[in-house]
């Protein structure tokens, strides 16, 4: 069982910058790929970065590639998302979550473990 928990959200104006933590409980952290999705107010859940177990590889949606960076500590059990150039439409709660892969989906479905959310918005 692995229990994830965000935190770093908040209101932002356009331009700034914020950066998401996510502490995973247990000791297989690095037995898992992490990523960060995000879901908008009347919106579907959508996959913003992707990291894999050893932090070689990362991946990213296309509207936030050169402005996010996604990393991760597994000493410290922790990933992080960097968010830069923040934009108005990147307002949405951010989720971790986990998957006992070895290579990144894209789909939500196939991620095992999830955290509460941290809110992000961003003001024009």
């Known amino acids: 069982q692995v229990q994830l928990v965000e935190s770093g959200g908040g209101l932002v104006q356009a331009g700034g910058s914020l950066r998401l933590s996510c502490v995973a409980s247990g000791r297989t952290f690095s037995d898992h790929v992490m990523a960060w999705f995000r879901q908008a107010p009347g919106e579907e859940r959508e996959f913003v970065a992707g990291?894999?177990?050893?932090?070689?590889?990362?991946f990213y949606e296309d509207s936030v590639t050169g402005r996010f960076t996604i990393s991760r500590d597994n000493a410290r059990n922790t990933v992080y998302l960097q968010m830069n150039s923040l934009k108005p439409e990147d307002t949405a709660v951010y989720y971790c979550?986990?998957?006992?892969?070895?290579?990144?989906?894209?789909?939500?479905?196939?991620?095992?473990?999830w955290g509460q959310g941290t809110q992000v918005t961003v003001s024009p």
């Open positions: 990291i894999s177990r050893g932090g070689g590889n990362t």
């Open positions: 979550a986990a998957a006992r892969l070895f290579s990144v989906p894209r789909e939500g479905g196939k991620y095992d473990y």
